[in-house]
């Protein structure tokens, strides 16, 4: 039996045959932080610029998808990947139960790894109930200026509001928008593919971006995502099983010298962020390897980044094809135009599936792979792949999804960029989309939100000593910040068994952790509370 699968590569997507699945697929990830300071955002965002390193942690819960793979072009010829990374092309495997990549500690039973249930036969907390319920820790001073939306996870109804309506800076919650268009826009089973073709103007060879930053050139063992070892479920694609690939490729026809360019054509327009700062997001191009972290085994929150990610990734590229014996002649060089269509392939891998990437984004806030999944987004939706077509397909898709768009206004994929606008209700409607029956491809951004106290950015919150701790596992929400800004959007289980959505915005003057704890106790207290 064959199935379909679906591509994207440097000419977009397209359905291709492949096998029968027959193994296991991935998520992972770790990332970039907030040019702003994100400090509890992923790979390390600081407050203000001059606060403590970022709270990290690994991704837990898996998304759907499998393995669509395509058979390997008549000219190619694969030795295959290296132990933990994908297989080439032309091998599908479908994954097994979702497993988690863990954490220092097990999550508790009752964190909540689906979406809502029609929950207990208890009634629904009401308006006064939630209220009289937070009221104190609303008051907290150190919050600022507050936006808060709580709705009934099971169907969105909205349940209470303080300035819910009020569009203000969602700073790294943005990504829900971003996740939410993405995987309404592509098939969750797509998965980003990274080539090498044969260059008929040239008579050399291009390796071609197709647009995955995870794309990595360290050895399987040395890859980690989020601080944890990656599995053969988290396992990013090789540039080191690419370069073999084409080596055995060259050496079949008889080649052991060529001349290597590159092809970024994937992507239109500036590939450098409003809030670039060459730490917490790389350049945005469609072809670069370990997100274009200058030092690839850095386990900095915000690591340095090279200037060039793509022009860097063709020369590690040169390096492992001269391992495998092939002489790159002279240096790599940007292709002056794109790739052929049907230009012979001489080697291929795959990214993980774009539901993986999307939880992955989620649970580590990363930065660099929010853009890219943007531009696979504008891709697909047929506007142009930038930073302003991306934002175009993001809110456009929201639209036609009936989520309510006025006053949202959507600069980029990842939420760095200050001019971002969405009200708190918006929030809790994405939320609602994603545990709605009618959208099971959207499940993913659940599955991705970090577990408080257990993983990604709210590893290290709702701690012992936060007032916050009895919520720990049973809070999934994704952070945000900015300087001033902090964000908290997800799900929390009540004391009736209930699952809310809630989205809370704050800004303030106040120490960032100081803010954030006391945000903690607010979404706390919602999990203490029935709140008839």
Do not use: W
Not at 50 to 76: F, I, L, M, Q, V
Not at 236 to 252: G, I, N, Y
Not at 358 to 375: F, K, P, Y
Not at 437 to 451: D, E, F, N, S
């Amino acid at each position: 039996m064959l199935v379909a699968g679906t591509v994207l590569g440097a000419g977009g997507a397209y359905a291709q045959p492949s096998p029968t699945p027959t193994g296991s697929a991935s998520p992972g990830g770790r990332t970039a932080g907030n040019a702003q300071g994100d400090e509890d955002e992923g790979n390390g965002r600081r407050d203000d610029g001059k606060g403590g390193k970022g709270d990290k942690g690994d991704r837990n819960g898996t998304g759907p998808g499998h393995r669509t793979g395509e058979s390997p072009h008549p000219s190619a010829s694969a030795t295959g990947p290296a132990p933990g990374a994908p297989a080439p092309a032309g091998t599908a495997t479908t994954p097994p139960a979702a497993k988690s990549t863990g954490a220092d500690r097990p999550a508790p039973a009752g964190t909540v790894l689906a979406a809502a249930g029609a929950g207990p036969d208890t009634g629904l907390p009401t308006a006064q109930g939630l209220q009289q319920a937070l009221a104190a820790v609303l008051a907290d001073k150190n919050l600022g200026t507050v936006g808060l939306a709580v709705a009934d996870a099971a169907d969105g109804q909205l349940l209470y509001g303080n300035g819910e309506n009020a569009a203000v800076t969602p700073a790294s919650t943005t990504k829900l928008a971003t996740s939410i268009a993405a995987l309404s826009l592509i098939p969750g089973d797509t998965r980003l593919a990274t080539r090498v073709v044969k260059n008929a103007a040239t008579g050399g060879i291009t390796l071609v971006g197709g647009g995955d930053p995870t794309l990595t050139g360290l050895p399987a063992d040395q890859v980690q995502i989020g601080g944890v070892p990656a599995d053969p479920d988290t396992a990013p694609a090789s540039l080191d099983a690419l370069a073999r690939q084409t080596a055995a490729a060259l050496k079949t026809a008889g080649t052991t010298a060529v001349a290597l360019d590159y092809d970024v054509s994937l992507y239109t327009g500036a590939p450098l962020h409003k809030n670039h700062d060459n730490e917490n997001i790389a350049a945005v191009t469609p072809l670069m390897v370990d997100e274009g972290k200058a030092d690839p085994k850095s386990r900095e929150d915000a690591p340095a980044r090279v200037g060039d990610p793509a022009s860097a990734a063709a020369e590690a590229f040169a390096n492992l094809l001269k391992a495998q014996g092939i002489t790159v002649q002279g240096k790599p060089k940007q292709a002056t135009a794109p790739a052929a269509a049907d230009a012979p392939v001489l080697g291929r891998v795959e990214s993980p599936t774009v539901a993986r990437l999307v939880e992955r984004l989620l649970t580590t806030s990363d930065n660099t792979l929010a853009e890219a999944i943007a531009r696979q987004a504008a891709i697909a939706a047929h506007q142009p792949a930038s930073f302003e077509g991306a934002a175009t397909a993001v809110t456009q898709e929201l639209a036609r999804l009936g989520v309510p768009t006025a006053g949202v206004v959507i600069n980029d994929g990842s939420g760095l960029h200050t001019g971002n606008a969405i009200p708190p209700v918006v929030l809790v409607k994405l939320l609602a989309l994603a545990a709605s029956a009618q959208h099971p491809a959207l499940r993913p951004v659940l599955t991705g939100l970090p577990i408080a106290g257990f993983t990604g950015t709210l590893g290290k919150r709702f701690g012992s000593t936060s007032g916050a701790a009895d919520a720990a596992g049973l809070v999934r929400a994704k952070t945000g910040s900015l300087s001033g800004v902090n964000t908290l959007a997800g799900t929390v289980v009540d004391a009736d068994g209930r699952l809310l959505s809630f989205a809370l915005m704050t800004r303030t003057t106040a120490p960032a952790d100081t803010a954030r704890t006391a945000m903690d106790r607010v979404v706390a207290r919602l999990a203490a509370c029935g709140c008839h």
